[in-house]
């Protein structure tokens, strides 16, 4: 019986993690996959061929499937759904933010507050402070609601350049 070696799957690049990661959060958002239109507006790509490259190199990879005659024709593999269990740059961004925010004002955010603060919606915030709370970084509660810190976001390699680039220092 002859058995094939495993596959060694080649790192995303930054532009790769990106694109991934769009379609994550698009997945999480929505509960669909987004389509060569909605991924170009989210990702500034003009050129559904652009796109599609992005989509062939996710695939070779072995992050998703992806069946072009299909409008919403991305899937996630298993790879790509272990990988989304780590912080994304806009998780460890956000704590950051509420850990500044708690040390310069001495006491922690209010859910409103820290909504202001970020320029979004508190519907949107309340999607990212919950996958923050999910990876047990944060707690909120109270009345008005307070963010708690609890531990930072372990990281990655997708998250340590963020620090490592000098946004969080």
Known sequence: MIHSAPTVRA??????????ETIQEFIERRGISPTYRE???LLAINS???IRAHL???E????IEHTPIAARGIRLTEQAEARSSAPLRQD???FAVIAWLALVRG???TVDELAREVGCSTEELGFRLQRLADLGCIQCEGEPVRVYVIKPPVLNNRTRSIFSAGVLT
């Open 11 to 20: 790192p995303l690049t930054d532009r790769q993690a990106s694109v991934l």
């Open 60 to 63: 070779r990879k072995g992050y």
């Open 92 to 94: 460890v961004e956000l």
């Open 107 to 109: 006491v922690m955010p």
């Open 56 to 58: 062939l190199a996710l």
């Open 39 to 41: 991924l170009g507006e």
């Open 48 to 50: 559904p061929n652009g």
